[in-house]
Antibody, heavy 115, light 105 residues
Framework: EVQLVESGGGLVQPGRSLKLSCAAS????????MHWIRQAPTKGLEWVAS????????YYRDSVKGRFTISRDNAKSTLYLQMDSLRSEDTATYYC????????WGQGVMVTVSS | IQLTQSPSLLSASVGDRVTLSCKGS??????LAWYQQKLGEAPKLLIY???SLQTGIPSRFSGSGSGTDYTLTISSLQPEDVATYFC????????FGAGTKLELK
């Protein structure tokens, strides 16, 4: 059974950093592109970042470029999102998802950026 | 590419045939998916590549469309289908629609 479990969320002050993790199981992690998607409270879905199966290629939405870094450890079957210089508008539930049409999602982790 | 979903809110009765629309600002080339999100849960993939049913999804869900216009159809609405439905295009960039909230009449 495919499982994706996010962790690392919480309350953080503006300008600070946070690192999210997504532990994958039930499939060969190194074969799949992986993604982060977020959803602000009572809002719609927004793609954040993607990484190729090898980790050699990464892609970001404009509003997080230069602040967020997506990475992966295929030996640990884990996806990461390093979030620096956080802003209030980054407040959202963050989901990790598999493959380019997001066939499986994690349960989500809440990130709140507030002083 | 911008995606416009309509209606934003839909009220229907159990057993109704329900149709949700998703229109792109450019040709999506059938690279369109549909997700169901129930309150407090993560989204769940229903349909990918316009009309391919994800494993485990009931056959009352179907997708169709081409070019810029796409549709999700629920052939016979069930109480457990109450949710918000999002479309997503992966042809050019990554864009989600704003969603259609489906409720029971």
């Amino acid at each position: 059974e495919v499982q994706l479990v996010e962790s690392g969320g919480g309350l953080v002050q503006p300008g600070r950093s946070l690192k999210l993790s997504c532990a994958a199981s039930g499939f060969t992690f190194s074969n799949y592109g992986m993604h982060w998607i977020r959803q602000a409270p009572t809002k719609g879905l927004e793609w954040v970042a993607s990484i190729s199966p090898s980790g050699g290629s990464t892609y970001y939405r404009d509003s997080v470029k230069g602040r967020f870094t997506i990475s992966r450890d295929n030996a640990k079957s884990t996806l990461y999102l390093q979030m620096d210089s956080l802003r209030s508008e980054d407040t959202a539930t963050y989901y990790c998802a598999r493959t380019h049409y997001f066939d499986y999602w994690g349960q989500g982790v809440m990130v709140t950026v507030s002083s | 590419i911008q995606l416009t979903q309509s209606p934003s809110l839909l009220s229907a009765s159990v057993g109704d045939r329900v149709t949700l629309s998703c229109k792109g600002s450019q040709n999506i080339n059938n690279y369109l998916a549909w997700y169901q999100q129930k309150l407090g849960e993560a989204p769940k993939l229903l349909i990918y590549n316009t009309n391919s049913l994800q494993t485990g999804i009931p056959s009352r869900f179907s997708g169709s469309g081409s070019g810029t216009d796409y549709t999700l159809t629920i052939s016979s609405l069930q109480p457990e289908d109450v949710a918000t439905y999002f479309c997503y295009q992966y042809n050019n960039g990554d864009t989600f629609g704003a969603g259609t909230k489906l409720e029971l009449k």
